[in-house]
């Protein structure tokens, strides 16, 4: 079983970067793919980027190709998400995701987000 915790948000100005994490406290990191997601206001939850489990294979969202890298750490059991030229419409509510099935995890999740561990968010604003 996953417990997450996600970190790293804050407020920066459009061309920044930030470095999300997320910690698990259980002891099957390496069992689960990985996701980002994210949530604007008033808009539904969005896929970001996911991880295979081995670290092998990620899969982004179009929106932030060439900009988002994710990365994990099997040593310290967290996951990264680094945002690079960050732009307004990127201001959301972030969580990390947990699924054993990496087809999951990835669109078009054939099983919605409804199985998925979360973590409880980070808040990542980016002023223009």
């Known amino acids: 079983q996953v417990r997450l915790v996600d970190s790293g948000g804050g407020l920066v100005q459009a061309g920044a970067s930030l470095r999300l994490s997320c910690a698990d406290s259980g002891r099957t990191f390496s069992r689960y793919a990985m996701g980002w997601f994210r949530q604007a206001p008033g808009k539904e939850r969005e896929f970001v980027a996911a991880?295979?489990?081995?670290?092998?294979?990620?899969n982004y969202a179009d929106s932030v190709k060439g900009r988002f890298a994710i990365s994990r750490d099997v040593a310290k059991s967290t996951v990264y998400l680094q945002m690079n030229s960050l732009k307004p419409e990127d201001t959301a509510v972030y969580y990390c995701?947990?699924?054993?099935?990496?087809?999951?995890?990835?669109?078009?999740?054939?099983?919605?987000?409804?199985?998925?561990?979360w973590g409880q968010g980070t808040q990542v604003t980016v002023s223009s």
């Open positions: 995701a947990a699924d054993p099935n990496f087809g999951n995890i990835i669109p078009p999740h054939p099983l919605g987000f409804r199985m998925f561990t």
């Open positions: 991880i295979s489990p081995n670290g092998g294979t990620t």
